[in-house]
T-cell receptor
Framework: GAGVSQSPSNKVTEKGKDVELRCDPI?????LYWYRQSLGQGLEFLIY????????KSGLPSDRFSAERTGGSVSTLTIQRTQQEDSAVYLC??????????????FGPGTRLTVT | GESVGLHLPTLSVQEGDNSIINCAYS??????FIWYKQESGKGPQFIID?????DKRQGQRVTVLLNKTVKHLSLQIAATQPGDSAVYFC??????????FGTGTRLLVSP
């Protein structure tokens, strides 16, 4: 079946502009995650949605970052007034969630963001 | 704070050799661990997982070992192939379905 998809695959923007990154999770997955990966680094947790619960925003680096998930499916990560240090690959993942033993997260291909 | 780290940032092996990638974790309450493989330009891909009530789990050419006494996790790849070249991440579930990822180990396989 279809995996996690993200768009755009690449985004180049000027410093100070706002950007929106989109994630389409696997159908039926209730949990959705956003991560940031800088060049040659590991994954930095940003935000986590689980069903209708309030999202866990503990990883968002500043108030310029926000995310929403509409209808329990598609999610959008928004970065306002982008800075050069925001340049990274933004990865989205989804999992079955539900508090059971379905911890495996399925990742999308990522969006490479370059802020010039 | 919680952390997952790796001992070797880069591992170079010859094709056909066995590879061992190591990982240390700090949260003794973590109940679930995953190894991911990430090829260039792609998102991480699940390889194998293990729960804290197990010491060993085998997959196809891969084995994960968990030593809870010293909080150590390893990934063994048998008969390493050029297609195994990638960055490997370990991750631990620290609760509430949040995974903490290590910084990764790059595996380079020479023909």
């Amino acid at each position: 079946g279809a995996g996690v998809s993200q768009s755009p695959s690449n985004k180049v923007t000027e410093k100070g502009k706002d950007v929106e990154l989109r994630c389409d999770p696997i159908s039926g997955h209730t949990a959705l995650y956003w991560y940031r990966q800088s060049l040659g680094q590991g994954l930095e947790f940003l935000i986590y949605f689980q069903g209708n619960s309030a999202p866990d925003k503990s990883g968002l680096p500043s108030d310029r970052f926000s995310a929403e998930r509409t209808g329990g499916s598609v999610s959008t990560l928004t970065i306002q007034r982008t800075q050069q240090e925001d340049s990274a690959v933004y990865l989205c993942a989804s999992s079955q969630g539900g508090g059971g033993h379905s911890y495996e997260q399925y990742f999308g291909p990522g969006t490479r963001l370059t802020v010039t | 704070g919680e952390s997952v780290g790796l001992h070797l940032p880069t591992l170079s092996v010859q094709e056909g050799d066995n590879s061992i990638i190591n990982c240390a974790y700090s949260n003794s309450a973590s109940d679930y661990f995953i190894w991911y493989k990430q090829e260039s330009g792609k998102g991480p891909q699940f390889i194998i997982d293990i729960r804290s009530n197990m010491d060993k789990r085998q997959g196809q050419r891969v084995t994960v070992l968990l030593n809870k006494t010293v909080k150590h996790l390893s990934l063994q790849i048998a008969a390493t192939q050029p297609g195994d070249s990638a960055v490997y991440f370990c991750a631990e579930n620290t609760g509430f379905q949040k995974l903490v990822f290590g910084t990764g180990t790059r595996l380079l396989v020479s023909p």
